[in-house]
């Protein structure tokens, strides 16, 4: 028995050091060409899923009026958000797609996160994602500047004219 699990902990360690070895000696590109590794997305999606948790259901505390609206729509435009996420009826930018992973567009004509509770929104603009591109935000912007932006992108494809307007509107920060 003492010898089955002597065996089977230096099998375990002779795997992880063959796994150290393979990343750590190239084995493991880590430019942002060429394609994702094998189950690269399911994993990062998942331990994502598993950081947002509870999170997604966080309700936002401000109503998704014109005011509320346009003044996220001057967070995304400030923030350097339009650089990486896209402006209105524009296509993804050539700088977006040189991110790994891709910054998705995030207003019309991609459909973004308008499919994603704002409680996530929220979580992922306050803490950003790690092994990407996207910053945290949490004590650039306020809390509710925040849930501003959230509450913009949450309803990115039927926003009110007067915001849309103001979205095409270039900007001096
Ligand atoms: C330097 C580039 C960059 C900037 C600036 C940036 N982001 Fe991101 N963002 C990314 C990248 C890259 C991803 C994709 C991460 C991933 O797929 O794991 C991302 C992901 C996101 C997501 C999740 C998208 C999804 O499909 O689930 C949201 C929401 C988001 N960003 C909002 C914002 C907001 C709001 C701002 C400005 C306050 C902002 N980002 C600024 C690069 C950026």
């Known amino acids: 028995m003492i010898k089955f699990l002597f065996g089977l902990v230096v099998g375990i360690?002779?795997?992880?050091?063959?796994?150290?070895?393979?990343?750590?000696?190239?084995?493991?590109?880590?430019?942002?060409?060429?394609a994702p590794l094998p189950m690269e997305r399911s994993i990062a999606h998942q331990a994502l899923a598993a950081s947002i948790g509870q999170s997604s259901g966080d309700q936002s505390p401000l109503p998704a009026d014109d005011a509320n609206?346009?003044?996220?729509?001057?967070?995304?435009?400030?923030?350097?958000?339009?650089?990486?996420h896209?402006?209105?009826?524009?296509?993804?930018?050539d700088f977006a797609k040189r991110f790994y992973p891709h910054a998705?567009?995030?207003?019309p004509p991609g459909?973004?996160?308008t499919d994603d509770p704002v409680g996530t929104t929220h979580w992922v603009v306050k803490?950003?994602?790690?092994?990407?591109a996207m910053p945290s935000f949490e004590g650039?912007?306020?809390?509710?500047?925040?849930?501003?932006?959230?509450?913009?992108?949450?309803?990115?494809?039927?926003?009110p004219n007067s915001v849309q307007a103001s979205l095409r509107q270039p900007q001096h920060e």
Request: charged share 15%; aromatic share 6%.
């Open 86 to 93: 896209g402006q209105l009826d524009q296509p993804e930018s």
């Open 140 to 159: 650039k912007l306020t809390d509710t500047e925040i849930w501003q932006v959230s509450l913009l992108l949450r309803n990115a494809n039927k926003l």
């Open 111 to 113: 459909e973004g996160v």
């Open 127 to 132: 803490n950003g994602i790690r092994f990407s």
């Open 104 to 107: 998705p567009q995030l207003l």
């Open 69 to 84: 609206l346009l003044a996220g729509a001057r967070v995304y435009q400030q923030n350097a958000c339009m650089m990486c």
């Open 13 to 34: 360690c002779l795997l992880l050091l063959a796994g150290y070895l393979f990343a750590t000696r190239g084995g493991i590109s880590l430019t942002t060409k060429g």
